[in-house]
């Protein structure tokens, strides 16, 4: 029997901890382990899989009751329960809070000063433009709602946040000192 792990432990074998990558946890997996264990003073091996729900978070333990075999040390008639745990794998894009994202899109200073249109890519691969109109400070953020993580508590998705970050020249021609010191900011 498998169910997510709620309440007090009884006797747990083994925890295993194992990995899975942001977008494994927005579609949901199966992951597939290997396990030796002893049943009845025998050693026997046993492939499980550990289905992982769209949104779990770290930390999140799934137990197989029962499954885990004899454990030194407790009763040899009883086998122990053995416990996945999940991990997160870190992401080179995004960082997690809870089912909201995060992610930082770097832009020139022409852009942020004159305004365009960025694209970036959801947890998800899907293409999302943002329209950047007027002047963009460093550190401007964008909502973009239902495109974060699957929140198991109210089955729905978080948010994705866009944080800008102008990246300046650095130098600068005569020519467009010039054409800056012209200016009137």
């Not at 030796?36 to 289905?51: H, L, M, P, S, Y």
């Not at 454990?71 to 809070?97: C, M, T, W």
């Not at 993580?149 to 020249?169: A, C, S, T, W, Y």
Request: glycine fraction near 10%.
């Amino acid at each position: 029997m498998l169910r997510s792990l709620v309440g007090s432990e009884m006797c747990i074998r083994d925890r295993y901890t194992f990995s899975c990558t942001l977008e494994e946890i927005h579609s949901g997996c199966i992951k597939k382990f290997n396990v030796e264990r002893t049943i009845n003073g025998t050693a026997d091996k046993k492939q499980f899989e550990v289905q992982v729900q769209s949104g779990y978070k770290k930390g999140t333990k799934v137990r197989f009751e029962r499954e885990g075999g004899q454990v030194q040390g407790y009763n040899p008639s009883q086998s122990a329960d053995l416990v996945f745990v999940l991990d997160e794998k870190p992401h080179p894009r995004f960082q997690r809070d809870g089912a909201n994202l995060k992610t930082t899109v770097h832009i020139n200073l022409k852009q942020a000063l004159l305004g365009t249109t960025v694209t970036v890519n959801g947890i998800d691969g899907k293409a999302i433009s943002l329209p950047l109109t007027g002047v963009t400070n460093n550190g401007r953020k964008l909502k973009v709602s239902g495109e974060g993580l699957m929140d198991r508590k109210i089955n729905q998705r978080g948010d994705l946040f866009v944080e800008f970050q102008v990246q300046m020249p650095k130098s600068l021609d005569d020519k467009t000192r010039a054409l800056v010191e012209q200016m009137n900011l």
